[in-house]
């Protein structure tokens, strides 16, 4: 329940401006340094008005790090840093009329305008793409950045080059400094087309024009950057060795005139209504447009108001953003569908009765998962509220309980995969189902082979993500045995493009060199949930051949009795990990895949306490490692425990059999010297263990 800002109790309100605080800045660091929100602009919005609202009442008791105090996040690794000579703010939303007066009002006020001064104001389109400062020197272009956390951006310069409507140098009268300010963006056409690409290529898409134009002027090799087409709308300035432009109007024609592109559907007004004129006149235009707009933005036209009205907080009083509404529509929902991701996660798909939203027909919206489903009691034959916030996927906001039909029935997501049946189940916290069919569900079969092959598994060389795809959609190879199978089909891979007899024979002799496997690498190999490599060495460890551990699964299969103790009594492996084994194990179908394989390869037994002689009975013991090791890595340190069948745990209590203490140990060797347990140096580690 939300309370009204006028009401709530100051503690209260201190505690959710806390959680706001928090919950913004993550949002914040996700669109900004990731660019990838999880949330629509519109509940954006909603989450920093509220705020807004509750530190308006309780200014003295808004967090230090409140979300008004700085704009986006901090710059992401990998690009040199620029401080912005004027920092990068953010402007003031309108979402009224209402708004829209008061800001006018607020301008007069603060001028002290009499009712009779004219006041010009520009109304322009607000881009939704991302910032850029353009910084040049005698009119050449010498560097680009972004906004960033808005007093330091990243130096993306050599990102810039191929961008259209960047000109490099500008000629005529040009400032001897002069910053350029606008917005980078990407155009619909070549966003459609980027995310096909992707698609193709197995990547994950972009969720929105926005979020595609931040990543490609992001990307550390330029040469990414520039097979993208990206697109530059300029519309300010930044720092300048002397004013460029004595109104805003003016100033956009000279950005025209030096070749800069500036978006054409602005307007200059004497009024509010002038504004709200022009605000509906640009929103009935916004379909039609080929980039996204989210927005009117009203600027002052006269600079020197401007600099007079100068910055409160992180907006300018001379300007403010209208934004336009998130558009809704209501339609039916006629089919919730089960689509299975390639990690084996349903999603439920609402399909909808088609309907035009802001100027595209929407007839599929996100359901996210089951939980989201249950908070608003989604049905199938219901009506339904659906939103298009700029991203490219509607959400369902609500349902119209009063136009519910009477026969209906809450939706659950099934138990059993939709693609192949197998158990589909949602593990303690997961908000996700998922498949546990792994390498039998055709949904997540392309990932379970890229992970077959990968460094812990069968580490194939020259077999890349690519090929598996392409081989995968031409059926060439479908499950992992027919990897091995491969050699049979030398003409079928020579046929493809970009294989040669040289590279085929590389990649065949790669394989027949990965016809002997150890077990714990085969047992990885299988993607089995929850057993990565670890659990796969001690599983091999306990049960030396792959056929000893089928037996010991089936036997567990009733989940009691000896077998099944056994198997949940083996370090580190406990009741869930079992389950997932047993699961797999008595699955006829992972069997026949397994069995398939086996006819192929060849999978070595493993050797209990392969250790050197002296260290027999560490196997099945545990350790720590504690303290800054001089020769070894952690992790080297942990394989090395593991590969003599230790268990490395990270804390010291009375289960622990080894502490190994570096430089620095801390509390763990104490505790370990009170508790009595062993203690080793680097050096008697390395002996003890044979390494
Ligand atoms: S003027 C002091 N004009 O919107 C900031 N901004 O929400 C003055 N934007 O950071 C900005 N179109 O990235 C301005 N025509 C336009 C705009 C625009 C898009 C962006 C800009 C700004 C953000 C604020």
Redesign the pocket.
Known sequence: MTVDPDRIEVEAAAAEMDRLAVEIADHDRRYHGEDAPIVSDADYDALRRRFEALEARFPDRAPADSPGRH?GARPAQGFEKVIHARP????R?AFDEEDVAEFVQGVRRFLSLSSETPLAMTA????????LALRYEGGRLMQAAT?GDGREGENVTRNIETVDGVPKRLVGEVPDILEV?G?IYMAHGEFLRLNKEREREGLPLYANPRNSAAGSVRQIDPAVTAGRRLSF?A??WGEVSERPAETHSAWLKRLANWGFNV?PNGACVKDTAGLIEAHRAIGTRRATLDYDIDGV?Y?VDRIDWQERLGFAGR??RW?V?HKFPAERAETVLEDILVQVGRTGALTPVAVLRPITVGGVVVSRATLHNEDEIERKDIRVGDTVIIQRAGDVIPQVLAVRLDRRPEQSTPFCLPATCPVCGSEARRDGGDVVRRCTGGLVCRAQAVERIKHFVSRGGFDIEGLGHKHIEAFFADGLVETPADIFRLGDRRADLLAREGWGEQSTDNLLAAIEGRRQIPFDRFLYALGIRHIGESNARLLARHYRSLEALQRAAVLAASREGEAWEALIGIDGMGAGRAEDLVTFFSDPRSKRIVEALIEQVTVEEAVTNAGPAGEDGLAGRTVVFTGTLATLSRREAKAQAERIGMRVVGSVSAKTDLVVAGEAPGSKKRKAEELGIKILTENEWLELSGH
């Open positions: 704009v990068m703010l953010s402007l939303n322009e389109a607000k881009i939704d793409g991302l910032s906004r300010r917005e709308f519309y300010g978006e933005v600027k907006a300018p300007a953003a």
